[in-house]
């Protein structure tokens, strides 16, 4: 017997009260010193229990916080990764991009490097729409979701609101919904545009705002060098309420007064209660050659986690909560679900939005017959991951953005360390606040792997 090595331990965030948060099941569970003590033991040589010390193993066993044997511990993590794979529910996610072209050419663009920067061609676009439907009968999911990519998708506004109407229609007849998601610069963001667009299905918008003026003009650019924060924010302010409306960021390392400015200034412009989420990232340098990096997925530095406590502390008094810690990873990112695709605008199809235009990557094309596995996947670079608690919601990091990197398909993106740091302030608040207690508000606590 001896306590899981997906379970992170979170000491005194009460008195003699500690915390044990098991990545698998996303379980707390609150124990004292003794109980502590006890678990630690645990495996590190026989267990002489006494009545007491059994029954409380014996609970936490049953919970999963306790295994048996590695082996079984090894079982937990195979079955959780089976199970992590349906990715959403009944659900068929698609990320389209109708071109991967944009009318900015902000400095840290993953897409900067990409080789291809075309639109969609109408044959294309006939063989995608029914490769989707094709794929939402064989997977006998209910809902079609599409995230409109690029690129930027605005761009292409004919061509969402066709496609959009098709799925709807298409969806409707087999008697299931359909619902959308775009991620987009904001430049081309119009009321019309939402209102037209929410006629077929329900919708959610994030647009990038990196901070207030002077840090958001140096970065989300124009090609001539003209910043676009002024024509951004009047966009958000206008669709704010007509749609699920989501705000992020890419900061640097100093940036932070700037997204204190930002969250300030939507607060004033009664904006900030009407968003659906909030969520800052820090940019996380990819590309070989400088031009890009990969935005999507955490940082690696413990100093970049450090500015996300801080933005999150400010973000959390002014609108009573935070998406940018609050969102901690309970999945692997949908690189690794079954029922998920990427389309770029030539129908090829990849796992992951980072890679999309890069042929060497592709599973197939949307006139393919049968698509191969994904090439990030199948040298299973997260097996050198070792004993690492986080590895069930990392799975080796963000492949795609190592891949941009490095070349490589055979080396892990480590996350550890943003791991325990972000958990280390978001575990002991959900567990306080869960119990009624008042809110978790103490500085970065250290997450005690097991022994």
Request: glycine residues 8%; aromatic residues 8%.
């Amino acid at each position: 017997m001896q306590l899981s090595r997906f379970v992170t331990v979170y000491e005194d965030v009460a008195e003699d009260e500690h915390v044990l948060y098991d990545v698998i099941s996303t379980r707390y569970a609150g124990v004292n010193g003794d109980v502590l003590t006890l678990v630690r033991g645990l495996g590190l040589g026989p267990n002489m229990l006494s009545g007491e010390e059994a029954e409380a193993a014996a609970e936490l066993q049953q919970q999963g916080f306790v295994v048996a044997s590695r082996e079984v511990d090894d079982q937990r993590l195979r079955d959780y990764l089976e199970q992590a794979a349906k990715g959403m529910p009944g659900t068929m996610y698609v990320t389209l991009m109708p071109t991967l072209a944009c009318n900015l050419a902000c400095i840290y663009c993953f897409q900067n490097g990409s080789p291809a920067y075309n639109h969609m061609a109408s044959e294309t676009e006939a063989a995608t729409i029914e490769f989707i439907l094709r794929r939402v009968d064989l997977a006998a999911t209910p809902k079609l979701l599409v995230h409109y990519f690029g690129g930027e998708p605005l761009t292409r506004k004919d061509y969402c609101l066709r496609t959009a109407e098709a799925f709807s229609t298409s969806m409707a007849a087999r008697g299931g919904s359909f619902a959308w998601e775009m991620t987009t610069n904001g430049v081309r963001l119009d009321l019309a545009f939402i209102q037209a667009m929410n006629r077929f299905g329900e919708g959610q918008v994030k647009v990038t705002l990196d901070g207030d003026r002077e840090t958001h003009d140096k970065a989300r650019i124009y090609r001539s060098g003209k910043g676009t924060f002024d024509l951004i924010f009047r966009n958000v302010v206008a669709v704010a309420g007509a749609v699920k409306l989501n705000i992020g960021g890419n900061f640097l390392p100093g940036q932070e007064a700037s997204y204190e400015r930002l969250i300030q200034r939507l607060d004033e412009a009664g904006v900030l209660p009407k968003l659906h989420m909030v969520k800052f990232k820090p940019i996380h340098p990819t590309a070989a050659n400088s031009h890009g990096s990969c935005t999507g997925c955490a940082s690696t530095a413990r100093q970049e986690a450090q500015v996300m406590f801080r933005l999150d502390r400010f973000v959390r008094n002014k609108r009573g909560k935070s998406d940018t810690l609050d969102a901690i990873a309970t999945n692997p990112c949908e690189l690794h679900w079954d029922n998920q695709f990427v389309i770029d605008p030539d129908g090829r199809i990849y796992k992951c939005p980072a890679v999309a235009g890069r042929p060497e990557v592709a599973i197939g094309t949307v006139k393919s017959e049968t698509l191969i596995g994904a090439p990030l996947l199948e040298l299973r670079p997260w097996e050198k991951c070792g004993d690492c608690a986080f590895l069930p919601v990392c799975v080796g990091g963000c492949l795609g953005g190592k891949y941009l990197e490095t070349g490589r398909r055979d080396e892990v993106n480590c996350k550890k360390e943003w791991f325990e740091a972000s958990f280390a302030q978001s575990v002991p608040r959900r567990y306080l606040e869960e119990l009624g207690a008042a809110p978790w508000d103490g500085e970065e606590t250290t997450a005690i792997p097991p022994p």
